[in-house]
């Protein structure tokens, strides 16, 4: 999962966990892998501009939830 800490991610994550989910979910810095941990799910420190340390994990998901962005024009 992308995006897990912000305003929709959070809400996001709760609802997957209490559902009975493994969540593991992207986090840029050690504050956001906090927030993720506390709630319950894994973390994967990261970055979306840079996916070479997740994307072998996110291959062997299930399923991918993209709720996060770069909020880049480019």
């Known amino acids: 999962m992308t995006g897990a800490t912000g305003s929709i991610g959070t809400a996001v994550l709760a609802e997957l966990i209490a559902a009975g989910h493994q969540v593991t979910a992207l986090g840029r810095s050690d504050a956001s892998a906090d927030k993720v941990a506390r709630a319950g799910g894994e973390v994967i420190l990261g970055d979306l501009k840079d996916p070479a340390p997740w994307v072998a994990e996110a291959a062997a ?4 939830i993209p709720v996060g962005d770069t909020w880049d024009d480019d």
């Open 61 to 64: 998901a299930d399923a991918v």
